[in-house]
């Protein structure tokens, strides 16, 4: 993703890593191995601290066993037309399977978990009449 400056702005565009930037990504075939994309919309500060929560919970949860591919739907828009995107942000888990999405807000490390499937939801409680 190419960082770009805001309007009017003198500050140099913070550049975005991901794990795909840094490591190797997981053989697709092995099974140890999450593979995730996350789409953004630009480099608003909605997008940038969605990209940071997912860093930090991949870091956190998943170290050394994830790829994480990060894609401007403006800058890609014929990658996010193909996996259907709608709203930004989107976190797709592509495996292990089942394929899952998670949109909108990422900085909920425990929802992301759940979108992850590295966590359940909790059982609702129900009182007893």
């Known amino acids: 993703m190419n960082a770009t400056r805001a309007p009017g702005s003198d500050a140099p565009p913070p550049v975005l890593l991901s794990a795909a930037d840094t490591e190797p990504a997981p053989d697709p075939a092995s099974d140890s191995g999450y593979v995730l994309t996350l789409y953004v ?12 929560s997912v860093k ?6 998943l170290s050394g066993q994830y790829s994480l591919e990060v894609v401007d739907i403006y ?15 989107t976190l797709i888990k592509r495996l292990p399977l ?15 978990l759940i979108g992850l499937d590295l966590r359940t939801r909790p ?4 009182p007893q009449g």
């Open 56 to 61: 930090e919970v991949c870091e956190k949860y």
């Open 98 to 112: 089942p394929l899952r999405r998670l949109i909108g807000d990422m900085a909920d490390e425990h929802r992301v």
């Open 123 to 126: 059982e609702t409680y129900e």
């Open 75 to 89: 800058e890609r828009p014929s990658l996010a037309k193909h996996d259907r995107i709608l709203a930004a942000p």
């Open 41 to 52: 919309a630009s480099l608003t500060p909605h997008s940038v601290i969605a990209i940071q």
